[in-house]
């Protein structure tokens, strides 16, 4: 059964309660490993010049406290292989619906892939769906 690093689990600690319990629910069945939870005002704008944001502090969903918003990665996944990548964005949104319709979770998640862009279905960012 897959567990996270103890650095992915301090990055999830950084996060609100319902993406920990997702990503909890998630890491029992995939192997995954958490990159990114809360970002200080330093570590946003290191990854707003490297592309990585497209946010400058405190604008992204990674400044908050708790952090709204997860970047997570799954362990052996091809970068190219696209089929992959709608399969893990398609199980952790199924997941985090199901979790929301059973009271667990608080919040809908939405992930980037959703936008149709292929390359953005390959970046690993998850945040709760907050409405304006």
């Known amino acids: 059964m897959p567990s996270f690093s103890k650095q992915s689990q ?3 600690k950084t996060c609100h309660h319902d993406l920990q319990s997702i990503f909890s629910a998630v890491e029992r069945t995939v192997d995954c490993e958490i990159s990114c939870g809360h970002r200080s005002h330093d570590a946003q ?8 944001s497209g946010f400058h502090w405190p604008e992204s969903h990674h400044n908050d406290k708790p952090s709204m ?3 997570v990665m799954p362990v052996d996944i091809d970068e190219d292989d696209m089929r992959r990548w709608y399969w893990f964005g398609g199980y952790v949104r199924g997941l985090a619906d ?3 319709d ?3 979770v608080t919040h809908r998640l939405h992930w980037s892939g959703e936008q149709g862009d ?3 279905s390959k970046y690993p960012h998850f945040e709760i769906y907050l409405p304006h």
């Open 98 to 100: 199901r979790l929301y």
């Open 118 to 120: 292929p390359e953005l």
């Open 45 to 52: 704008e290191q990854a707003y010049e490297e592309g990585r």
């Open 10 to 12: 301090q990055q999830l």
């Open 69 to 71: 918003a997860v970047d």
């Open 102 to 104: 059973e009271g667990v």
